[in-house]
């Protein structure tokens, strides 16, 4: 549904956080109520941790669409010193005494955030709804 076939990974100006307003235009089309938070000072990423943040937007709003019923997201980024943290919650049906079986999109939200060094936190809320938190270094990796 959010999906975006046109372009591939390796095309970075289409598929980075500069085109973030665009994916979240793309969800409120679908009827998903949707806001967005940036804070800290945005400046130019590496390129890896730019199509990362961007994909994990995309499939966490996809999710939404697809699992949370009716539900409103959250998109939070954070440019902090040390890291870039991205943050989708909605306030869904999600159910902390029922998590959900990942399926491939948790598990290449998994696999992105690990190959960059990262955390990745994807589970029901306390309060209800859904989480999805990734924190991406923006360091060199040694």
Same mark, same amino acid.
């Given at each position: ?6 372009? $591939?990974? /390796? ?9 973030? /307003?665009?994916?979240? =235009?793309?969800?409120? $089309?679908?009827?998903?109520p ?12 590496p390129?890896?941790? /730019?199509?990362? +943040? ?5 499939? +966490?709003?996809?999710?939404? $669409? ?5 539900? +409103? ?17 909605? /306030?869904?049906?999600?159910d ?28 029901p809320r ?8 990734? =924190?991406l ?5 040694s």
């Amino acid at each position: 549904m959010l999906r975006d076939p046109g372009h $591939s990974e /390796d095309e970075a100006p289409a598929s980075g956080l500069d085109r973030l /307003d665009d994916l979240v =235009e793309r969800a409120r $089309s679908t009827g998903l109520p949707a806001t967005v938070t940036i804070s800290g000072t945005r400046r130019e990423l590496p390129a890896e941790v /730019d199509r990362a +943040a961007y994909r994990i937007v995309q499939e +966490a709003l996809t999710n939404v $669409s697809r699992h949370a019923g009716d539900a +409103a997201a959250a998109v939070r980024i954070d440019y902090a010193d040390e890291e870039l943290v991205v943050q989708i919650d909605d /306030d869904g049906k999600a159910d902390p005494d029922a998590p959900p079986v990942p399926g491939t999109g948790l598990l290449g939200m998994r696999e992105r955030v690990a190959a960059l060094g990262g955390r990745l936190k994807a589970e029901p809320r306390p309060e209800g709804g859904f989480t999805v938190r990734a =924190e991406l270094p923006l360091g060199e990796r040694s």
